[in-house]
C-alpha cells in the first residue's frame, strides 16, 4: 500500500507540532521516522494511524484520503513501546484478538483463528508458547507476540511506536535483525518511529530525519550519514566535530591558521567545518592542517577519543586516534579531515565543492592543490 502525506500540518491548542509535512512512501517500503524527543516524529506516525486528525493537509492511503477515516477503516496494525498485551489471555488468544472482535459477517471461524495464530507464532519464532501468559515471557518475546497480534489482521499499513525501546541494548540488536527478516518475508508497507540512529541506519529501507516539527531530510542510511544536508542532520546522525572557520579566497581559515582545505568560487563568509571523529588523518606538522592541544583523551572500544583545544578561542573538536597512540594531555596533534562539509553561518546553505571534491566526496587527495 503507498502512503502520501500531503501538506500535513498539527497543532494541539494552537501550539504547531507538525509544519506543512510532505513523505510519499511506497508500497513495502521499510521507513523510519528519525529524531529527538519533541521532533513530532510520533505525532506523524499517530496522525498515519488515525490515532490523530491533521489540522491541515491529508493523508492517502494509495488514491483514497483517509485523513479523516478512523483506525479500523483505515486497517492498519499498530505496535507500541509497551506491547499492550492482554494479560488475562494466553499467547495464541492475544494474538488472535483483533480477528475475533471483528463483526460477525468478517469474523474467521474459530479454528481458522487458531490456525492464523499458530502460523504467526511459527513466523515470529514463538511456536510451543502458545498456551503461556505475558507475565512468563520476556520483554522481547512479549514484543514479538505484539508483532504477531499486528500482522494477524492483514494490515494495509503496519505502524511501530519505539518497538525496542523499552529492552536492553543486547536484546534489541537481536530483534533488529529479526525485524528486518520478517519485513522481507510479509512484505508489509512499514513505518516505525525511534531516537536510536543505529536502529535506523541499520533497519530502514529509508530514514527519515526530523526536527522541530519538520523533515530535515530524506534518504537511505548512506545518503543521511554521508551527505547530510543542514547541520541539524549531521550533528544528529553520528558523532560529529564542528569548528568554527572562515571562508575567503576559497580557502578556509581558523583565526590566522589555514587548514589546507579549499572550496573554489565558494563566498567569503563566517562558517562552520563539519567532519566525523574516524575520518582524520593524522599528519607530522604542516603548514595547512588543524592543529591543536590535547584537552582530554578515553578510550572508546578499539580507539582513543581525543579531544583537542584548537586556537586562542579555544575551539573544541574530538577525533579518533589509534589506541597506541600517545595523546597526553597538552601534546600537540596535527590532522586533516578525509570527508567533511562545511555549513555557512547565516543558515543552513552548504558551501559548494570544487568539481573534483564532488567527485570524490570531499576527500582530502581530491582537494590538494585545488
Known sequence: MDLSIRRVRKEFDHFPALHDVSLDISSGELIALLGPSGSGKTTLLRLIAGLESPTAGA???????????????????????????????????????????RPSALRPPKAEIRRRA???????????????????????????????????????????????GALDAQVRRELRRWLREIHEATGHTTVFVTHDQEEALELADRVVVMSQGRIEQVGTADEVYDEP???????????????????????????????GLSLPGAPDGE???????HDVELVDGCGGCIAGTVAASRRVAGTRRVELEIGGERARVEIEVPLDHRASEKSRIAFKPRRWKVFYRDGVKAAPKSPHAQAHEGRILALTGA
Open 59 to 101: 493523508i492517502f492511503f494509495g488514491e483514497e484520503d483517509a485523513s479523516h477515516k478512523s483506525v479500523q477503516e483505515r486497517h492498519v496494525g499498530f505496535v507500541f513501546q509497551h506491547y499492550a498485551l492482554f494479560r488475562h489471555m494466553t499467547v495464541a488468544e492475544n494474538v488472535g484478538f483483533g480477528l475475533k472482535v
Open 118 to 164: 499458530a502460523e504467526l507464532l511459527d513466523l515470529v519464532q514463538l511456536s510451543g508458547l502458545e498456551k503461556r501468559y505475558p507475565h512468563q515471557l520476556s520483554g522481547g518475546q512479549r514484543q514479538r507476540v505484539a508483532l504477531a497480534r499486528a500482522l494477524a489482521i492483514e494490515p494495509l499499513v503496519l505502524l511501530l511506536d519505539e518497538p525496542f
Open 229 to 259: 544536508n543542514s547541520p541539524f542532520v549531521y550533528g544528529f546522525i553520528g558523532d560529529s566535530s564542528a569548528l568554527p572557520v572562515r571562508v575567503e579566497n576559497g580557502q578556509l581559515w581558523t583565526q590566522d591558521r589555514m587548514l
Open 271 to 277: 562558517a562552520v567545518l563539519y567532519f566525523r571523529p
